[in-house]
């Protein structure tokens, strides 16, 4: 009797815990798909408020509520990187944007933090990501900003460091890939990854997906992403290290 009540006390301090991050993330996901739909001055001004709050609260958030409201949270933010990219790519000539670069970097703060202490869990969701994130990364310099650049490039490390061996021991998983050999030597830094042991396996293994032929095409983009990304890294050290001896 005293472990059913201490079961049944723990389930509601869960769903307490989940109704208390909910009603934290509600007031933002509907101040920035009010952004998305109006692009309105007072919008943008909500917006910007609201994503430095927002990213503050999911740094604060526990990962296992944060993964029971992940496609709640991701949503808003995915619909966020959409406009930003699109409205970059079709800028008019004065260089106005309607998702300013404040925003779209607020976006994608919290899309990092997100994806540093959540995990995918289908194969479907991870297409979905990767296709968004690849856009954003294939935005050139006069489109986007570098710190924008750099934005993806942490949200994409942040996704695949999450990734886990699944338990079937003769899964292709167990096998170490060129993606997270890359990833090994960037020099991008992520928040601390939790290993959220408390969700459940995805149906098809992640890890095994991006070592298949369905997959191929978009990790050799990534990996000719990851590798510019480390040739603009040594040029600037090296461009650093000839200013400070001139």
Not at 37 to 45: L, V
Not at 97 to 113: M, N, T
Not at 131 to 149: D, I, N, Q, V
């Amino acid at each position: 009797m005293e472990m059913e009540a201490a079961a049944a006390a723990a389930a509601a301090a869960s769903d307490e815990t989940l109704a208390a991050i909910f009603a934290q993330l509600k007031p933002h996901t509907v101040t920035l798909l009010d952004l998305i739909r109006t692009r309105t001055p007072a919008s943008k001004s909500a917006a910007a408020s609201s994503l430095r709050a927002m990213a503050s609260f999911l740094r604060s958030a526990p990962a296992p509520a944060l993964q029971l409201c992940f496609d709640y949270t991701v949503f808003p933010l995915l619909l966020l990187l959409d406009a930003a990219v699109q409205c970059r790519k079709e800028a008019n000539a004065s260089g106005e944007l309607d998702i300013s670069d404040a925003i779209a970097e607020g976006g994608l703060a919290c899309l990092e933090v997100l994806l540093t202490k959540c995990r995918l869990t289908s194969v479907n969701q991870m297409v979905a990501l990767l296709k968004k994130l690849t856009f954003g990364a294939m935005l050139s310099p006069s489109e986007a900003s570098e710190e924008f650049r750099q934005g993806i490039i942490r949200c994409f490390r942040a996704m695949i460091l999450q990734l886990h061996p699944c338990l079937d021991r003769s899964c292709s998983c167990k096998q170490a890939t060129a993606l997270s050999t890359a990833l090994s030597f960037t020099s991008l830094e992520v928040g601390t990854i939790v290993t959220p042991k408390y969700s459940a396996q995805p149906e098809e293994c992640l890890l095994a997906f991006l070592q298949s032929q369905n997959a191929s095409a978009a990790v050799g983009h990534w990996l000719s992403l990851l590798l510019q990304n480390l040739r603009h890294q040594g040029v600037t050290v090296a461009v650093q290290m000839l200013e400070k001896n001139h």
